[in-house]
C-alpha cells in the first residue's frame, strides 16, 4: 500500500477497468495514499464520475481486444484538459500505448500493476495535472483582469464546486452578494475572493462586523459622522462606505443591523446615496456590498426584525455555502490542507494522519465546519508526538463517542457518500463483521471487504478470518 507523502495535496482519483480484479487491486494499493480514490464499476458510472472536476488523474484499463477501454479514454479528455489519464496496458502491448496516447493518455501503466510503478505514475499524473490546473486558472484570472483567484479556496465536493463557479461569476459584475451559511463555512474566505476576482480588486476590501457595535456606533462608524454630530464627535470621520470607495464592504453579520440603520443601508443600495450622522449633504461612492449572516432572513422577515425591501435588494445573487457534513469528500482535503500548513508553521515533519484518525474526521458531524476542524488539525499538529497525527491527538475523539449520528444532508450527499455512510455504521453495530454486516445491509460479504479495503477500514485480520470462513461457503 501507498503512504502519504508530507507536504503533498490530497487529489481525487478515478479508476475505471473492466477486470474487477485489476481495478480491486488497484484501488488496495491506493488505500492508504491519503487520495480520494473512486473506482467505476461500469461506462455510466465512469461518465457519472468525470463529472467532478476536482478529478486530478484517472486510470483506465486499455486492452487491444477490448475497444472500450480507449473510447473511455477519449471521453476523460473531453472532460476536461485538467486530468491526467493513466492507461493501464497488458504488457509488451505497444499498439494499445500508441492508441492509448493518441486519443489523450499521458501515461502508462504497464500490467501487472506493482506498488513502486504506481506511485511513481500517480506522482507525476497528480503533478501534471495539478501543474495544467493552476496554469488554467492563472490564464482566467488574467483574461479576466482579475488579480486574486480562488485558490485560498480548498474544496472538491459537487456542491462546493458550483458555488464557488457562481461566486467566480458573480464576482465580474457589481451585483450585491448575500452570502449565507452556518458558522466557519467560509463566508469571509468567499467574500474575500470575490473581492479579488473583481475589477475593483485594486481598490479596498473593507469589513464590518455589524453585530459588533451598538446602533448608533454602527450608524456613524457606516456612514461617518460630522464635526459635532455627538459628544466626542471632535472632528469629521469618514465611514466604512466611503473608505470602500472603488472597492467593496463586506457587511459581516448583516442580520443584526437594526432596524434604523436597515432603512439608511436600504437607501444605499437604491440610490447610491447617503449622508454621514449630522450632516446634509448627499454622498455618493462606487461601493460593492457583500453581505453576510450565519441565520435564516427569511425567517427574520415573518417577524418582521429584518426588512423584506432590503432582504430582496442584497439578495440579488445569493450563495448558499453547504456545511462541512454536506460535503463530506472536503474533509479529508482540508484537514491534509491544515496538517501540512500547521506542520510547517510549527517547524514539525508531520507524514499525515493515520487511518483511525481519518476515520474520526469523517464520522464527526463538524457542528464549527471548517473552523472547527482548522482548529482541531493546528492543536492536533502541536501536541503530536510522532510523524503522524493519531485518533487521539484529535480534539474530538471523547466528543465523537458521545456524538449524535452524523447528519446526511438530501440533496447535498452522493451516493457513495451514502454507500460509504451505512456500510460503516453498520460493520461498527456488528463489531466489524463483513458478513453480519451483509445480511443487514442485503449486499454481498464480497462487496464489503471490497470496500472495507477501498477504504482501508478494519483489521487485515478480521477481512482474513472472514475470507477463510468464507472460502466454504457459495457466494
Ligand atoms: N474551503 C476552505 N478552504 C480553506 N480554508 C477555509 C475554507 N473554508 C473556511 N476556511 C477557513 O476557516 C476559517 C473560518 O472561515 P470564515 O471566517 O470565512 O468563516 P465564516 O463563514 O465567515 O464564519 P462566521 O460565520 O463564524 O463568521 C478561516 O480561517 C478560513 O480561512
Ligand atoms: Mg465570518
Known sequence: MLSSDAGKRVSQVLIAASDASLSQHVVGLLADSGHVVEAASDTAGFLALLENPATDVVFVQVDAEDPNGLELVLRARRASTVTS???????????????????????????????????????????????????????????????????????????????????????????????????????????????????????????????????SLLESELFGHERGAFTGAVSRRKGRFEQAHHGTLFLDEVSEIPLSVQVKLLRFLQEREFERVGGDEPLQVDVRVVAATNRDLKSMLEKQTFREDLYYRLNVVRLEVPPLRARPSDVPLLANHFLHRYAAENEKKIDGLTNEARQ?????????????????????????????????????????????????????????????????????????????????LGISRRTIQYRMREWGIGSREKLEDEECEADAEPN
Open 85 to 215: 489519464i493513466v492507461a493501464i496496458t497488458a504488457e509488451g502491448s505497444v499498439d494499445s500505448v500508441v492508441e492509448a496516447v493518441k486519443r489523450g493518455a499521458g501515461h502508462c501503466l504497464p500490467r501487472p500493476v506493482n506498488a513502486s510503478a504506481l506511485a511513481l505514475v500517480l506522482r507525476q499524473a497528480c503533478e501534471k495535472a495539478q501543474a495544467t490546473r493552476h496554469a488554467s486558472a492563472l490564464a482566467r484570472c488574467e483574461r479576466s483582469g482579475a488579480q486574486g483567484e480562488f485558490g485560498r479556496i480548498v474544496a472538491s465536493h459537487p456542491l462546493m464546486q458550483q458555488l464557488l463557479a457562481k461566486a467566480h461569476q458573480a464576482a465580474q459584475s457589481r451585483a450585491t452578494v448575500l452570502i449565507q451559511g452556518e458558522t466557519g463555512t467560509g463566508k469571509e474566505l468567499i467574500a474575500a475572493a470575490i473581492h479579488q476576482n473583481s475589477k475593483r480588486s485594486s481598490g479596498p476590501f473593507v469589513r464590518l462586523n455589524c453585530a459588533a457595535l451598538s446602533e
Open 360 to 440: 474520526a474526521l469523517a464520522a464527526y458531524p463538524w457542528p464549527g465546519n471548517v473552523r472547527e476542524l482548522q482548529n482541531i488539525i493546528e492543536q492536533a499538529v502541536v501536541l503530536a508526538g510522532s510523524a503522524s497525527v493519531g485518533v487521539d491527538d484529535l480534539a474530538i475523539a471523547g466528543e465523537l463517542r458521545e456524538s449524535e449520528p452524523v447528519r446526511l444532508m438530501i440533496p447535498g450527499v452522493t451516493l457513495a457518500e451514502l454507500e460509504r455512510f451505512a456500510i460503516q455504521r453498520t460493520l461498527d453495530a456488528v463489531g466489524g463483521s463483513p458478513s453480519k454486516a451483509a445480511v443487514i
